[in-house]
T-cell receptor, first 115, second 116 residues
Framework: DSGVTQTPKHLITATGQRVTLRCSPR?????VYWYQQSLDQGLQFLIQ???????AKGNILERFSAQQFPDLHSELNLSSLELGDSALYFC??????????????FGPGTRLLVL | AQSVTQLDSQVPVFEEAPVELRCNYS??????LFWYVQYPNQGLQLLLK??????LVKGINGFEAEFNKSQTSFHLRKPSVHISDTAEYFC??????????????FGKGTHLIIQP
């Protein structure tokens, strides 16, 4: 158990819909990262927040957005969903924002299926 | 931009035999290097990482990796594998600079299959 929690574990929805994935980091970690794992694209970094502020952006689509709240939990919002958005979405957390090579601890993931 | 290449998508090995999983990276700036393992239906777990110093890094579960700057490689090794090592292994890099670091860039993964 990494200490990172993600809800829900599974999500089934239809094309065009909007969903919200939630992540609670390990106690004491200030950074939250979101990753997408799909068969064709592999594991891709989406976005990072550090202490409530966006810190780095990866291959995140404009239809996707995220935020980190004052209690440091984070939400990833996916809208206008397409079939290709079906994937495993991971959240990870670390103490700092990565400059010192801090370990990122991964949650169990949310499996999203878009029908 | 950095990239990571894992040369083998699948590696079958007999139990108690040694194994090496290969990883090469490319980056125009300094990087930190990581190996993560993903067991079926689970999240990723850190095996080991290289930040600086000794190029031979020891990790959990008997794994080790060697950083070779001239060959831009970070190969993972284990002298004797067990059935429980069956999993997907990911090599990853993170680029760092004075201003901070980006997210992890992962390779495509290597599926380690242990045969009894």
């Amino acid at each position: 158990d990494s200490g990172v929690t993600q809800t829900p574990k599974h999500l089934i929805t239809a094309t065009g819909q909007r969903v919200t994935l939630r992540c609670s980091p390990r106690s004491g970690d200030l950074s939250v990262y979101w990753y997408q794992q799909s068969l064709d694209q592999g594991l891709q970094f989406l976005i990072q927040y550090y202490n409530g502020e966006e810190r780095a952006k990866g291959n995140i689509l404009e239809r996707f957005s995220a935020q980190q709240f004052p209690d440091l939990h984070s939400e990833l919002n996916l809208s206008s969903l397409e079939l290709g958005d079906s994937a495993l979405y991971f959240c990870a957390s670390s103490v700092g924002y990565g400059r010192m090579g801090e370990t990122q601890y991964f949650g169990p993931g949310t499996r999203l299926l878009v029908l | 931009a950095q990239s990571v290449t894992q040369l083998d998508s699948q590696v079958p090995v007999f139990e108690e035999a040694p194994v090496e999983l290969r990883c090469n990276y490319s980056s125009s700036v300094s990087v930190y290097l990581f190996w993560y393992v993903q067991y079926p239906n689970q999240g990723l777990q850190l095996l080991l990482k290289y930040l600086s110093g000794s190029t031979l890094v020891k990790g959990i579960n008997g794994f080790e990796a060697e950083f070779n700057k001239s060959q831009t490689s970070f190969h993972l090794r284990k002298p004797s594998v067990h059935i429980s090592d069956t999993a997907e292994y990911f090599c990853a890099v993170i680029m760092y600079s004075g201003g901070g670091a980006d997210g992890l860039t992962f390779g495509k993964g290597t599926h380690l299959i242990i045969q009894p």
